[in-house]
């Protein structure tokens, strides 16, 4: 069974910075699989923020481009999303997510990692 873990949250000044890491396990290979992160904002659905595959090929969501940076490390099955210039309206929980590229799909969720902008 695949199982993600996140871990970086936490409370963050306006203008800061932080990291946030994930770490896949349950397989011995995540070929065809993209890693990447979805936010979800009190009240809304999860959302794209970033995808990663084959640790280079990124896709960003428009809202995030310039200030958050996605890296993976497939031989280690691990997913970071580097956030800078955060703000207040950056609050949100931030989900790992995999999902298997080919056909029979499947995706994978982690447990969530709080990131809270404020002053």
């Known amino acids: 069974q695949v199982q993600l873990v996140e871990s970086g949250g936490g409370l963050v000044q306006p203008g800061g910075s932080r990291r946030l890491s994930c770490a896949a396990s349950?397989?011995?290979?995540?070929?065809?699989?993209?890693m990447g992160w979805f936010s979800q904002f009190p009240g809304k659905q999860r959302e794209l923020v970033a995808t990663i595959i084959s640790d280079s090929i990124t896709n960003y969501a428009d809202s995030v481009k310039g200030r958050f940076t996605i890296s993976g490390d497939s031989a280690n099955h691990t997913v970071q999303l580097q956030i800078n210039s955060l703000k207040p309206e950056d609050t949100a929980v931030y989900y790992c997510n995999v999902r298997r590229v080919l056909l029979p799909t499947e995706t994978y969720w982690g447990q969530g990692t709080q990131v809270t902008v404020s002053s």
């Open positions: 349950g397989r011995s290979s995540f070929n065809n699989y993209a």
